[in-house]
T-cell receptor, first 110, second 116 residues
Framework: QKEVEQNSGPLSVPEGAIASLNCTYS??????FFWYRQYSGKSPELIMS????GDKEDGRFTAQLNKASQYVSLLIRDSQPSDSATYLC??????????FGAGTRLFVKA | GAGVSQTPSNKVTEKGKYVELRCDPI?????LYWYRQSLGQGPEFLIY????????DSGLPNDRFFAVRPEGSVSTLKIQRTERGDSAVYLC??????????????FGPGTRLTVL
C-alpha cells in the first residue's frame, strides 16, 4: 500500500462545476496535510493546508480532513479552465518528512 | 520577496559524470528539502536540512547522492557517477520551522537533469 494514494485521473469537469479530488494516507500519526497544484512543466505550488478535522475554505477551494478515516479531499468550486493541472496531495508524517501522492490530473472543459 | 531559486534550470551530462545542483532558499527559512520528480509521479523525498545539518537523509537512493548546506542557507545536491536512471527533475523547497508554523513548503522551479 502506498503511503499517500490519489486517483491518477484524468478527472474531467465542465467549466463552472465542482471538482472533487480525494486522497488517502496510511500513517495514522500524520498531522499536516497539503494540496499543491502543478502545471505541466512547472514546480508544485501550495494552494491549501489543513491540520484539524473538518473543512477549511479559501476562496473557491475547500479542503476537508477526516483523520479517523485517513482521508483528505479538495473541492474546487466554479471550476475554470485555468484550474486544469495536476493536484498533488502531501502528508507530513512524524518529524519533517513529507510524502506526496502521484497526483490527480484535472481537466476543466470550457 | 524572492522565492526559492535553483540553478541550473537544465543540466545535460553523460553517464558516469559528476553533477552539482544548487538551491537558494527563501530568506529566513531554516528548513530546506530536496525532492526528485519523475514524469507522472509526485515529488519523492530525498533529504531534509534543519539549519546546516541533514536531519533526515533517508530518501537518498544510494551513496552516489550527497547534499550539503554549510552555512545554513544555500544547499548543493551532489551526484557522483551519474546513471541514466538519475534523469529527473530535482526540486528544492524551503519552509519556516518556528513553533507556530506548519512547515508549509515552497518549491523552486527545479533543475531538469538528463543523463545521456
Amino acid at each position: 500500500q502506498k503511503e499517500v494514494e490519489q486517483n491518477s485521473g484524468p478527472l474531467s469537469v465542465p467549466e463552472g462545476a465542482i471538482a472533487s479530488l480525494n486522497c488517502t494516507y496510511s500513517d495514522r500519526v500524520s498531522q499536516s496535510f497539503f494540496w499543491y497544484r502543478q502545471y505541466s512543466g512547472k514546480s508544485p505550488e501550495l494552494i491549501m493546508s489543513i491540520y484539524s478535522n473538518g473543512d477549511k475554505e479559501d476562496g473557491r477551494f475547500t479542503a476537508q480532513l477526516n483523520k479517523a478515516s485517513q482521508y483528505v479531499s479538495l473541492l474546487i468550486r466554479d471550476s475554470q479552465p485555468s484550474d486544469s493541472a495536476t493536484y498533488l496531495c502531501a502528508v507530513k508524517t512524524g518529524g519533517f518528512k513529507t510524502i506526496f501522492g502521484a497526483g490527480t490530473r484535472l481537466f476543466v472543459k470550457a | 520577496g524572492a522565492g526559492v531559486s535553483q540553478t541550473p534550470s537544465n543540466k545535460v551530462t553523460e553517464k558516469g559524470k559528476y553533477v552539482e545542483l544548487r538551491c537558494d532558499p527563501i530568506s529566513g527559512h531554516t528548513a530546506l528539502y530536496w525532492y526528485r520528480q519523475s514524469l507522472g509521479q509526485g515529488p519523492e523525498f530525498l533529504i531534509y536540512f534543519q539549519g546546516t545539518g541533514a536531519a533526515d537523509d533517508s530518501g537518498l537512493p544510494n551513496d552516489r547522492f550527497f547534499a550539503v548546506r554549510p552555512e545554513g542557507s544555500v544547499s548543493t545536491l551532489k551526484i557522483q557517477r551519474t546513471e541514466r536512471g538519475d534523469s529527473a527533475v530535482y526540486l528544492c523547497a524551503s519552509s519556516l520551522t518556528s513553533p507556530n508554523s506548519y512547515n508549509e513548503q515552497f518549491f523552486g522551479p527545479g533543475t531538469r537533469l538528463t543523463v545521456l
